[in-house]
T-cell receptor, first 112, second 111 residues
Framework: NAGVTQTPKFRVLKTGQSMTLLCAQD?????MYWYRQDPGMGLRLIHY???????AKGEVPDGYNVSRLKKQNFLLGLESAAPSQTSVYFC???????????FGEGSRLTVL | DAKTTQPPSMDCAEGRAANLPCNHS???????VYWYRQIHSQGPQYIIH???NNETNEMASLIITEDRKSSTLILPHATLRDTAVYYC????????????FGKGMKLTVNP
């Protein structure tokens, strides 16, 4: 039982490049979330999903896209990376309607 | 805007109880109080939540005032590993209500 797994854990991109962060959970959770955390800040919600095939915008969705083709996976895409997207990205999952989220270990992204 | 107010930091001696305060004066009747913590750069970890009754689990106790405008998270015997940023969050139960994290409070447990 791995919980929530994020790949990759570290990545360096050049401005304008694209990439995808993968989040996988093995707890059969319905809800999945992508947050970003900048130095000295709390977590800000980018996008979330309440079920397979559904996605919704959070607080800071601009510049990101997401997909939830399978219940266990939630992908976060950056089509054209910008230095402002340098951050640590956390994925989380939960059962429907609960506030008990399980977080991954984070993915540190640097955009040069 | 964050619905909770926490002091930015506090210290505690190892082995003593750590009492972490949180104000949530605008909390609604259907909103729960959640506590999470984030150790160093790891992902946040759920600790406990409650509505109006006091709650206890293997990690901590949550004391909510009768008017529900504030709460206290109690770590009964703080250890060095409890050094972390602690987040107090209010959230409605059910539906797709999201967790909104503020800046939290840095607890430093000193030897």
């Amino acid at each position: 039982n791995a919980g929530v797994t994020q790949t990759p854990k570290f990545r360096v991109l050049k401005t304008g490049q694209s990439m995808t962060l993968l989040c996988a959970q093995d707890m059969n959770h319905e809800y999945m979330y992508w947050y970003r955390q900048d130095p000295g800040m709390g977590l800000r919600l980018i996008h979330y999903s309440v079920g397979e095939g559904t996605t919704a915008k959070g607080e800071v969705p601009d510049g990101y896209n997401v997909s939830r083709l399978k219940k266990q996976n939630f992908l976060l895409g950056l089509e054209s990376a910008a230095p402002s997207q340098t951050s640590v990205y956390f994925c989380a999952s939960s059962f429907r309607g609960t506030g008990e989220l399980f977080f991954g270990e984070g993915s540190r992204l640097t955009v040069l | 805007d964050a619905k909770t107010t926490q002091p930015p930091s506090m210290d505690c001696a190892e082995g003593r109880a750590a009492n972490l305060p949180c104000n949530h004066s605008t909390i609604s009747g259907n909103e729960y109080v959640y506590w999470y913590r984030q150790i160093h750069s790891q992902g946040p970890q759920y600790i406990i939540h409650g509505l109006k009754n006091n709650e206890t689990n293997e990690m901590a106790s949550l004391i909510i005032t009768e008017d529900r405008k504030s709460s206290t998270l109690i770590l009964p015997h703080a250890t060095l590993r409890d050094t972390a940023v602690y987040y107090c969050i209010v959230r409605s139960q059910g539906g797709s209500e999201k967790l909104v994290f503020g800046k939290g409070m840095k607890l430093t447990v000193n030897p």
